[in-house]
C-alpha cells in the first residue's frame, strides 16, 4: 500500500508538488501520466525517499516514511523495486553481478560496493539472481556485460534486479521510453506479469496515452503539481485528456503558425 497525503514541494521558488493525495492499494498497477514538467518524477522519488517533501506524509507499508532518519529511509527503500528510463545499471558489470546487486538493499553488512561484495554473497543469491534472469527471458547473458546488451535486455537486467530485492512495490519511471514498439510491448508485457502473477503493486509512469489505456485499469494525472484526474482508465475522456495535455498560450500561437 502506497499513501500520499497532501504532499508539497517547492523547486527554485515553483510549486512542483502541489498538495498531490493518492492511495495505491496492495497489488494495483496504477499508471501515471501527466505533462513534461507535471512533478511525476517528483512525486516517484518523493515515494522512494530520494526527494524530501516540504510537507505532507507519505505511508509505504504500514510506516509513514521519516526523511530525516536514515534508517526509516533505507527501510523503505529495501520495500521498493526501481525501473528506469535509462535503465541505471552498471554498464562495465555482467547482468548477474548487477542482478545481484539488487540484494544489497537486504544485506545488513552495510556494503555497498559491488567491486567488494560480488565475493561475499552467498550461493543462494547466485542462484536466485539466476533464476531471475531466467524469469525475464535473458539467462543466456548472464555473464555478459551489460554495455554489450541491448536497450530491452538491459531493461530485463534492471527488472531482475529490482525483484532481487522482494519489493513490495515497483516504481517504473518511464520504462518503455527508450526502446522500439516491439521491445516496449515485451518489456510492459512482463511488468504486468510480475504485477498479475507476484502480486507486487505497481506505479509506472508512462507518457504513450494508448498504452495506458489498453493495459491498465487505473490512471492518475498530474498536472503543475495537483492530481487532476485519478479513475478507471475508461472514464478518461477526450476533455479529461485536453485538460491534462493543455498547449500553453504561446504553443497554440506556435502550432497556429506552422498549421498556416
Ligand atoms: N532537484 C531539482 N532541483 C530543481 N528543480 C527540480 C529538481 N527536480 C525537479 N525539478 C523541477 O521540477 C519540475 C518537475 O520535474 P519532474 O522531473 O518531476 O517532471 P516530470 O513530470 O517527471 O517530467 P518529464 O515527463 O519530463 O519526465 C521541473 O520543472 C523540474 O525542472
Ligand atoms: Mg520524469
Redesign the pocket.
Known sequence: MVKIENIKKR??G?D?LDGADMLVRKGEAVALI?P???????LIRAINGFVVPDSGKVIVGDKEINYKNKESLRQTRKKIGMIYQLFNLVERASALENVMAGALGRLDNGVNLISSTIGLFHKKERDNAMELLKFVGIEDKAFERVDRLSGGQKQRVAVARALMQDPELLLAD?PIANLDPKTSRKILDLLLRINMEKGITMICVL?HLDTVTDNFNRVVA?KNGSICFDGETHNLTHNHIHDIYEFEEENVEETRCLAA
Open positions: 523547486f527554485s515553483r512542483v501527466g513534461s514538467g507535471s512533478g511525476k518524477t517528483t518511464e507518457h498530474l
